[in-house]
């Protein structure tokens, strides 16, 4: 288990507060920012406020996800595909719309948090350097943060701990430096003060929808689960949700020295006493820029375990670092780059980015629930009343946030949906299109075209095509065989070979998997390899398939014998060479409208996305590329 290798260590507890807390550990800088809004400040609002976010932060983050989510890791590590992963098997088909659903929505929210996070921080900058261009600065930040990707974040990334702990301290001192003129502040975790600003307050339900804010960070506890493991998490949550509550009440304290009045400026920056402003300053928009990376290294994350699940289109995959789970893919990081410049362009201020920020959140909270219901049910980790239970008080909460998100709509609540849309419909359109493809595969016994195979083999009046003939095989099944890869051996132009193989990559529900099963076929004529690997490894052929022959060949099972006499004298090993059978569909009137629309559409992402060689890592020339038409 993966779990077992993060020990929980001082070190180890501050490298988590560099990768896991980076957004729920920002959220002071705007969220009494949203409460307050330009409403007249008063005691009821405040400490209505205030009853809300601990409540929230005590149920949503630490009993949802510290006690009960973090529980359901697969082989150590989280997230939404890790939870679908783990209740696939057992749970209905349509799990995975719910899980595309999720990953969809944790995407959209990788445009809106940076762009939140940075504006934030650099106005509370302004009380140090007034006339600071806002707009202007946070987009020289994300153009730096966005270019830096491609190198990896191995150098900077040891020092996101540090730096966090911190932040995390400053949050603590201004926090209790407010509250020790104020300490009946603390009054305001009684819960009485939420339900009495539900009942009196003119815009509570805006006050909720601003509420939530505090725990949008809340499923990255989850996601990040891999990085430091589940004890680490969970040690070093008891320090920052001190940090961040001590901090709201200090922001608590500072307010209701304006009460009567609208909000003068931030309340984070008004805990700043003016000599420690470029301080605080600094450091808040430090600790932006890492909550900003945290966002962009989970959205890459999540695209590569949808390509790997098969909904999302082959994309260029980069490890710039040592470590495979460090990854860079361009295309993810330009569109996170559009997105975050759209929306600062667009909003400006973050006052306005609130109003978009949260639903989709909310949302991506709903699709860990269903999922953790399965996942509860399949495990029996409790009575079935209690799990309903649970899972009700969870989802009454989270609907309650997402009714007081939804009102934003007309606000800019509606740019996140149709951001995190238009990511479904790309999921849903690649899971789909490829579910038609393989229905339409023609696939037949392999014993049926195995003496034609092998006549070519020996017909020495056929010039030899490849020591080795590779063909990439989608069928489970060991004793078949897609129709079109005989094809492609003897009836088009005759493909002689000494050896024929079959290679199947299959995705399996552990994250880290990766072995291999040989089947002898017939001996010296062809072989088959499957390939089991987690869908967190990428199907590197150049990687996983020379250290798979050379092993058989170590022992005794196949021969790596050149071809030609002349080069066996020199020790020179065999050729091969790899046929990529690439599907084509001839798009008729008869199809089903739905089935027209999703090929069009797959079609389309596939020349967006990457060729089948790149993302197999193919080297150049080891290849040839035949089109297959499958007719409906």
Known sequence: MKEQQHKVTFGSLIVTLGIVYGDIGTSPLYVFNAIAGHDILTKELIYGGLSLIFWTLSLQATFKYIF?????????????????????????????????????????????????????????????????????????????IFMFQQFGTDTIG????????????????????????????????????????????????????????????????YSDLGHVGKRNVQISWIFVKTALMLNYLGQGAWMMGHIGHELPSNPFGGLMPDWFAPFGSAISTIAAIIASQALITGSFSLIHEAIRLKTWFRTVVYHPSR????????????????????VVLYFQSSAKMEAAYGIAITIAMLSTTMLLYFYLKSRKAMPSAAIYLLILLFLAIEGTFFAANAQKIAHGAGFALILGGVFFLVMFTVYNAKLITKQKRNVIMLGRVLPTIRAVSQDEKIPLYASHLVFLTTTRKKDLIEEAIP??????????????????????????????????????????????????????????????????????????????????????????????????????????????????????????????????VLEPGSWVKEEVIVND
Request: charged share 15%.
């Open 323 to 342: 470590h495979r789970s460090q990854m860079y893919i361009p295309f993810v990081n330009w569109l996170l780059f559009t997105g975050c410049v759209y």
């Open 68 to 144: 009960i989510t973090l529980n359901a890791d697969n082989n150590g590590e989280g997230g939404i595909f890790a939870l679908y992963s783990l209740v696939r098997r057992r749970a209905p088909k349509w799990t995975i719309y719910v899980a595309m659903v999720g990953c969809a929505a944790l995407i959209a929210d990788g445009m809106i948090t940076p762009a939140i996070s940075l504006t934030s921080s650099l106005e509370v900058a302004e009380k140090a350097l007034p006339g600071l261009p806002i707009v202007p600065g946070v987009i020289a930040i994300l153009v730096a």
């Open 158 to 221: 040891k020092f996101f701990g540090p730096l966090m702990l911190v932040w995390f301290t400053m949050l603590i001192v201004l926090g209790v430096g407010s509250i020790i003129g104020h300490p009946e502040i603390f009054a305001a975790l009684n819960p009485y003060y939420a339900v009495k600003l539900f009942q009196h307050h003119h815009n509570a339900w805006w006050v909720v929808g601003a509420v939530f804010l505090c725990v949008t960070g809340a499923e990255a506890l």
């Open 487 to 616: 094809q492609s051996i003897y009836e088009h132009r005759p493909k002689r070979a000494d050896v024929y193989w079959l290679l199947h990559f299959s995705e399996e529900d552990e994250p880290y998997t990766n072995y291999y099963k040989f089947t002898e076929i017939e001996a010296g004529l062809m072989y088959r390899l499957d390939f089991h690997l987690g869908y967190k490894i990428h199907p590197d052929v150049s990687e996983f398939f020379p250290r798979a022959i050379n092993e058989l060949a170590a022992q005794g099972k196949i021969q790596l014998k050149n071809h030609y006499a002349s080069l066996q004298e020199r020790e020179v090993g065999p050729d091969f060479r790899f046929v990529l059978l690439d599907t084509a569909f001839l798009i008729s009137p008869v199809m089903p409208i739905r089935e027209q629309l999703l090929l069009k559409g797959y079609l389309l992402l596939k020349k967006i996305g990457v060729s089948a060689e790149s993302h197999f």
